[in-house]
């Protein structure tokens, strides 16, 4: 018998590096579709939309790259700092463009349906393949369909090391 996920089901450590692999390989392909000219804010938006808990609940981001305006608590803020848009200090992270990303996990704690992951990951620059590491914490929670949905994302670069 197959039992369906529900928001009460809890989550479980495979579901958090799952999320953590989307999410890399979302902000890889929003690069991607910059590069080639393809419709890049509006996949970034599908993301944010997809991936992140905006319009479920608070979000709280705090990207790393930023410093006039460092919480991105809207789903527009979070675009911007993503593609650019509505906070001038944006530059496009996610069409910086990036080869890879990848996870190193210090640590997850799972509390039935939420958990909170830490560690550090890196970003392969797609002309230079220099990588950059970024230290981070990301919050997860469960939707009302059983999917794992970011509600906590602090990004920062490791002390005398931002590029």
């Not at 905006?54 to 990207?63: H, M």
């Not at 906070?87 to 069409?95: K, L, N, Q, T, Y």
Request: overall charge neutral; glycine content about 8%.
């Amino acid at each position: 018998m197959v039992r369906a996920l529900t928001k009460s089901s809890g989550i479980v450590e495979r579901e958090v590096v799952a999320a953590q692999k989307i999410w890399g390989e979302a902000i890889v392909a929003i690069g991607e579709a910059y590069m080639r000219e393809k419709d890049y804010k509006a996949l970034a938006e599908k993301v944010v939309d997809t991936l992140y808990g905006y319009g479920k609940g608070v979000v709280l981001f705090k990207p790393s790259m930023v410093s006039e305006k460092q919480f991105r608590l809207t789903k527009q803020e979070a675009l911007s700092y993503f593609v650019t848009g509505i906070v001038p200090e944006d530059r496009g992270f996610a069409i910086q463009p990036w080869r890879k990303v990848r996870f190193e996990n210090e640590g997850i704690i799972i509390d039935g349906d939420s958990a909170i992951v830490m560690g550090n990951y890196y970003f392969t620059d797609a002309n230079s393949e220099k990588e950059a590491k970024v230290e981070f914490t990301f919050g997860y929670f469960k939707d009302e369909n059983g999917k794992l949905r970011i509600n906590v994302h602090h990004s920062s670069f490791p002390y005398g090391s931002m590029p």
